[in-house]
């Protein structure tokens, strides 16, 4: 008989097992989470939030009651990231992790930068912690947006702008960056070394409209380094935003033979570009 119980207790041993470490069933959050990561400058912005819908219900001046601190998102506040400084709207903000509130108003919204992260909502805020504050105006769409959206916008490697989009309304932040002279710094001493990044560093000078002289002289440098069309196309671009269209032409055409020859339409299609705001 004791043989046999032991039978049943081993038998029955899997199904005790299972029903003590089977996980419960999953269920999905009514309002999804979202990361975004944004390169800027040097660093990256980071922004983890949480994504309700509208369901047919008033949103600002309803369930977001008019003058009152909204977590920007549901569920835990929304978490931004700078790995680098930035600017936002004017105002500098070092490099961190913040709470991002805002405080919606018809005309206009207040934007709160906090300094306590992990808030379950805007339960336990205190204004005592905020970092930063700055109004902005928001814009009335015609198209309603159904679920919550945290996007970038007119993205460059100084500047872009942060959009908050629900139901009928848009709020639009503008960033910039807070390390062009470190980059400057870094592309110099960059260029007096063996290896120079000629394609990267005339890039940054032509699209912050930087020192055009010393990007001409990197691209001629490069020509003789690299000879190609990509370099005849950054002379030609160079030379045109100088004033200097009949130079800009004739590097643009020299640049049109050489993707010719190497049968690279796209570059043919560039530098004639090119030519085309030089005007001939």
């Known amino acids: 008989m004791r043989k046999l119980n032991l039978f049943f ?14 996980q419960a069933p999953r269920i999905p959050e009514a309002s999804s989470t979202q990361t975004i990561i944004q390169d800027f400058g040097l660093g990256k912005i980071t922004i983890t939030y949480s994504r309700p819908n509208v369901k047919g219900r008033i949103i600002f001046g309803g369930i977001n009651p008019w003058g009152q601190v909204w977590r920007t998102g549901a569920n835990s506040a929304t978490t931004i990231n700078f790995s680098e400084n930035v600017i936002m709207e004017g105002n500098k903000v070092p490099a961190g992790t913040y709470s991002l509130f805002t405080i919606p108003e018809k005309n206009e919204w207040t934007i709160i930068l906090n300094k306590v992260v992990k808030q379950w909502g805007a339960y336990s805020y205190k204004d005592s912690e905020d970092f930063l504050r700055f109004k902005v ?9 159904e679920t919550f959206t945290i996007q970038f916008a007119n993205a460059t490697t100084q500047s872009n702008d942060l959009h908050l989009v629900w139901d009928l309304t848009e709020v639009s932040i503008h960033m910039q960056t807070d390390d062009d002279a470190q980059i400057t710094a870094n592309i110099d001493a960059l260029m007096k070394g063996e290896h120079k990044p000629y394609f990267n560093a005339i890039q940054y000078y032509y699209e912050n409209n930087k020192d055009m002289n010393k990007a001409l002289a990197w691209a001629l440098e490069a020509e003789k380094a690299e000879p190609g069309a990509w370099y005849q196309l950054w002379e030609a671009r160079i030379r045109l935003r100088m004033g200097d269209k ?19 339409d796209e570059y043919v299609r560039l530098n004639q570009a090119v030519i085309d705001q030089a005007g001939e």
Do not use: S, Y
Not at 137 to 145: A, G, S, V, W, Y
Not at 257 to 264: C, F, L, S, T
């Open 137 to 145: 105006k928001p814009i009335h769409l015609k198209e309603k947006r």
């Open 246 to 264: 009949t130079a800009a032409i004739t590097a643009a055409k020299e640049g049109i033979r050489m993707a010719q020859a190497n049968k690279d």
């Open 9 to 22: 207790a081993v038998l029955l041993l899997p199904a005790v097992t299972f029903t003590c470490f089977a």
